[in-house]
């Protein structure tokens, strides 16, 4: 079947990017189905770094058309300065086509975005404040502007004229100072000329090439526990990341799709608040962030650190029909022991194998560890399954046979190049 999904198995910042960057040699498009700029993907190519947020991870190859599709909440201004960047560093984006259905992520969505999150008070989300959720609101609410609504200028214009008007007027009821109206519509009318050219039908475009015999890859933001639905609500995000979200987010049906590849690191970060069993605080935590790199791309924050945990991974291939996983940054486990792994939880005192459908027992629940003896490494140079050491690739068989799929990937480094590719 021509279409795969990547999607994130954890809590994001799994490694997707580079996934889906070695996928695309061999596809003709990569599709982002959902999400924003609340995403940061990095692809290393002989040692240069691509951080992209809405882009889709294709685009360094010239013979893929990157695709935002119709799930996606598109942000004009940060789409454009990713643009220019890339095309500065050589990187063509002539073919990127945005789905005539994707909404638009406006200014006053980011304010909105900063008062919910200040009237939490201690029970911040710790969102990205990059306008997600209350854009996916407008959405579902039928109060959101589409892409494709800047084919006609003088359309476009009167929507967000009346748009800006009501949120200025629902922002200065909330205490907020408001904001110019004529100048925001005069902003999003200059961005709007921009964007009309890279409109599309993308429905039916996928569809096209799926008929012409093209493969395609669905290329997932965010992650399965950040899930809207899946994830520990409601400390998520405001999209479906999960494997189902890559069909109502680009118009394919769940029959064309073959692979699902889910990514997991070889232990586990969360970057914003919500509960986190395997979390590990102290000097082995230090350690994983530090050699890991786990500072986020988009927010420059932490990421909080912690074992690799199964539960998750079992649910993930679940709710995602994972056909296999990709299990990125083993290296930073390089000179580690024990390596640990959850492979159940107690709850009370009793076991508790499978992930508990709310976040307030999953905050209670001890994880119960696997200690392997790790290795010494490195593991950066690995190219084969034979090149892996003894206990790496323990760590890599009792993955595969508590989720019940294979590993088919191993990330050994950064590069495009630091990759063991298996079966
Ligand atoms: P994404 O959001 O899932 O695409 O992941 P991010 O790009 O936010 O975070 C993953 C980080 O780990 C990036 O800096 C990648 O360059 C890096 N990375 C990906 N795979 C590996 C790996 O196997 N080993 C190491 N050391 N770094 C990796
Ligand atoms: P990628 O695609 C990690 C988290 C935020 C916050 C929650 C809700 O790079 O894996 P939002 O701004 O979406 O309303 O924030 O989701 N979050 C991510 N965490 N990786 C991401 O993307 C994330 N995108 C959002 O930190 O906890
Ligand atoms: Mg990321």
Redesign the pocket.
């Known amino acids: 079947m021509p279409v795969a999904v990547v999607v994130?198995a954890q809590w994001?910042?799994?490694?997707?990017?580079?996934?889906?960057d070695l996928l695309a040699e061999r596809h003709s498009m990569v599709v982002r189905y959902q999400g924003g700029h609340n995403?940061?993907?990095?692809?290393?190519v002989d040692g240069e770094?691509y951080?992209?947020q809405l882009v889709p991870?294709g685009v360094l190859y010239g013979h893929v058309a990157p695709v935002i599709g119709n799930g996606v909440v598109v942000d004009l201004p940060t789409l454009f300065a990713e643009v220019d960047a890339l095309e500065s560093r050589g990187v063509s984006c002539a073919r990127l086509r945005v789905s005539s259905l994707a909404h638009l992520i406006l200014p006053w969505h980011q304010r909105i975005d900063a008062l919910e999150e200040a009237s939490r008070g201690d029970a911040k989300i710790g969102t990205t404040l990059k306008g997600i959720g209350p854009a996916y609101a407008d959405k579902a609410m039928r109060t959101g502007i589409r892409a494709g609504t800047v084919r006609d200028a003088a359309a476009f214009a009167a929507e967000v004229r009346v748009r800006a008007a009501a949120a200025d007027a629902a922002l200065r009821l909330r205490g907020d100072e408001g904001f110019d109206v004529d100048a925001a519509v005069r902003e999003q009318v200059a961005l709007g000329a921009r964007l009309a050219p890279l409109v599309a039908d993308t429905v039916n475009l996928l569809h096209d090439a799926i008929e012409a015999g093209e493969s395609i890859l669905l290329e997932g933001?965010?992650?399965t526990f950040l899930d809207l639905d899946h994830g520990t609500y409601p400390f998520v995000t405001s999209s479906n990341p999960t494997a189902g979200g890559a069909c109502t987010g680009t118009g394919i049906g769940p029959r064309q799709i073959g692979r699902v590849i889910g990514?997991a690191?070889a232990y586990a970060t969360r970057v914003g608040a919500g509960p986190f069993p395997t979390e590990v605080t102290g000097e082995v935590g230090d350690r994983i962030v530090e050699?890991?790199?786990?500072f986020?791309?988009?927010t420059g924050r932490r990421r909080r650190p912690g074992w690799l945990d199964l539960v998750m991974l079992r649910h993930a291939v679940r709710v995602n029909s994972l056909t296999e996983i990709a299990l990125?940054?083993?290296?930073?486990l390089d000179g580690t022991s024990p390596v640990r792994v959850c492979t159940g939880y107690r709850l009370d005192g009793a076991p508790l194998r499978g992930f508990p459908d709310d976040a307030a027992l999953l905050a209670r629940v001890e994880p119960v560890y696997r200690d392997l003896g790790g290795w010494a490494g490195p593991l950066?140079g690995c190219r084969t399954d034979a090149d892996l050491p003894d206990g790496a690739r323990e760590l890599i068989h009792l993955v595969e046979s508590e989720t019940g799929v294979p590993v088919t990937m191993?990330?050994?480094?950064?590069?495009r190049t630091?990759?063991v590719v298996r079966g």
């Open positions: 994130g994001g910042d799994e490694g997707k990017a580079k996934v889906i995403a940061g993907h990095t692809v290393v770094r951080a992209l991870s933001a965010q992650a990514v690191k050699v890991g790199r786990e986020g791309t988009v990125t940054k083993l290296d930073v950066r191993v990330g050994t480094g950064p590069d630091d990759c």
